[in-house]
């Protein structure tokens, strides 16, 4: 089964708006709900095999500011696995980047909110997990088709807790 070409409408210079908003209303929703709302991914192929979504809490790597971004996640394990897709634009998402610069942060999973430091998988661990991110979302596979860049699987490891990242609440 051949893919289909990005939607160009995909490409609107209203989406990333759009998606500024919707992200925002949704940490404000998870958050006040402790993840009762806003906890499961509901679109796409999410529709019919809704899929986890947690917090991560990440640093401006030039600004220093803190932000919220929600995402879909699987589990391997104690650790938990993220997609850096971005509907597979072009570009990696800021929140990549800034989790490179850095790793040491927090996540929330419904009301449990845990220190973690998030490294790239390697190759090897690539090739274990991607196929693992695909049975848990399909859309992930079209997305990589939609990009030349290697979508990056980032692995989420317990910490032990240190100060908080400056993240608004």
Same mark, same amino acid.
């Given at each position: 089964?051949?893919?289909?070409?990005?939607?160009?409408?995909?490409? @609107?210079?209203?989406?990333?708006?759009?998606?500024?908003?919707?992200?925002?209303?949704?940490? +404000?929703? =998870?958050?006040?709900?402790?993840?009762?709302?806003? @906890?499961?991914?509901?679109?796409?192929?999410?529709?019919?095999?809704?899929?986890? /979504?947690?917090?991560?809490?990440?640093?401006?790597?030039? @600004?220093?500011?803190? =932000?919220? /971004?929600?995402?879909?996640?699987?589990?391997?394990?104690?650790?938990?696995?993220?997609?850096?897709?971005?509907?597979?634009?072009?570009?990696?998402?800021? +929140?990549?980047?800034?989790?490179?610069?850095?790793?040491?942060?927090?996540?929330?999973?419904?009301?449990?909110?845990?220190?973690?430091?998030?490294?790239?998988?390697?190759?090897?661990?690539?090739?274990?997990?991607?196929?693992?991110?695909?049975?848990? =979302?399909?859309?992930?596979? /079209? =997305?990589? @088709? +939609?990009?030349?860049?290697?979508?990056?699987?980032?692995?989420?490891?317990?910490?032990?807790?240190?100060?908080?990242?400056?993240?608004?609440?």
């Amino acid at each position: 089964m051949t893919t289909p070409p990005r939607p160009a409408a995909l490409d @609107s210079p209203l989406l990333p708006k759009i998606f500024k908003y919707a992200g925002r209303a949704q940490v +404000w929703i =998870y958050r006040r709900t402790g993840g009762r709302l806003g @906890s499961r991914w509901r679109i796409g192929a999410g529709f019919r095999k809704p899929v986890p /979504t947690l917090l991560l809490e990440h640093r401006g790597r030039r @600004s220093g500011a803190g =932000y919220v /971004t929600p995402l879909l996640y699987r589990a391997d394990g104690d650790d938990i696995v993220v997609v850096a897709s971005q509907g597979g634009l072009p570009k990696h998402p800021q +929140w990549y980047h800034n989790l490179r610069a850095h790793p040491d942060t927090h996540i929330q999973i419904g009301r449990e909110r845990r220190p973690v430091y998030a490294t790239v998988a390697d190759p090897t661990q690539r090739a274990r997990l991607w196929p693992l991110l695909v049975e848990t =979302y399909a859309d992930f596979a /079209t =997305y990589q @088709s +939609w990009t030349d860049r290697e979508i990056p699987v980032v692995v989420l490891r317990r910490r032990n807790p240190q100060p908080d990242c400056p993240v608004s609440r």
